[in-house]
């Protein structure tokens, strides 16, 4: 059974970097049908899409947040990652890793989430 | 930017039946595929319709989706409503860019 599992700091200070990893058991990272995404929810507040990205490293990101963000993969550890710069309050959020299917544009699997929250 | 709209909440009594509905902004809702995400709270989403109209193994058949190219939307419609399926649903789809995109989320309250 597909199982993600996000991991890093709970807490980051206001215009540094936050660093996520999202490592995948169960299944390839490198399979053909699937893309893998992160979304985030603020507090209270709705999921937002912040960026996809294919085995081979093609990305597609939030037109919102390209400027900042940056997903990369890792094949040899299953594993997948996002970088979100010159962060403020208002990236405190849940972030979820998702298994994307690429035809549907379903996202079919999901993390548990981890609360990331930006304060000095 | 395509957007998908939802309203905030909706309530209704156990056994009757509810529609969510889900409006997108621009193009044609019915290009790509809507799914649905039933969330509660302290949970990660979880997936009761994909495809339009398909349900996962193990979500039961009270649970419907559809498309309405008139209106531009998307519902989902739950029927015989149970205490257990108050949660936040959210529609998602995405766009010819492949930009991904949630609706705001609607509580579903079962009173």
């Known amino acids: 059974q597909l199982q993600l599992q996000e991991s890093g700091p709970g807490l980051v200070k206001p215009s540094e970097t936050l660093s996520l990893t999202c490592t995948v058991s169960?299944?390839?990272?490198?399979?053909?049908?699937?893309?893998w995404g992160w979304i985030r929810q603020p507090p209270g507040k709705g999921l937002e899409w912040i960026g996809s990205?294919?085995?081979?490293?093609?990305?597609y990101y939030n037109p919102s947040l390209k400027s900042r963000v940056t997903i990369s993969v890792d094949t040899s550890k299953n594993q997948f990652s996002l970088k979100l710069s010159s962060v403020t309050a208002a990236d405190t959020a849940v972030y979820y890793c998702?298994?994307?299917?690429?035809?549907?544009?379903?996202?079919?699997?999901w993390g548990q989430g981890t609360l990331v929250t930006v304060s000095s | 930017n395509f957007m998908l709209t939802q309203p905030h909440s909706v309530s209704e009594s156990p056994g009757k039946t509810v529609t969510i509905s889900c409006t997108g902004s621009s193009g044609s809702i019915a290009s790509n595929y809507v799914q649905w995400y039933q969330q509660r709270p302290g949970s990660a989403p979880t997936t009761v319709i994909y495809?339009?109209?398909?349900?996962p193994s193990g979500v039961p058949d009270r649970f419907s989706g559809s498309i309405d190219s008139s209106s531009n939307s998307a519902s989902l419609t739950i029927s015989g409503l149970k205490t257990e399926d108050e949660a936040d649903y959210y529609c998602?789809?995405?766009?010819?860019?492949?930009?991904?995109?949630f609706g705001g989320g609607t509580q579903l309250t079962v009173l």
């Open positions: 169960g299944g390839s990272i490198s399979s053909s049908s699937y893309y």
């Open positions: 998702a298994r994307l299917e690429w035809l549907r544009g379903h996202f079919e699997n």
């Open positions: 998602q789809s995405y766009d010819s860019s492949n930009h991904w995109v």
């Open positions: 495809e339009d109209n398909q349900r």
């Open positions: 990205i294919y085995y081979s490293g093609s990305t």
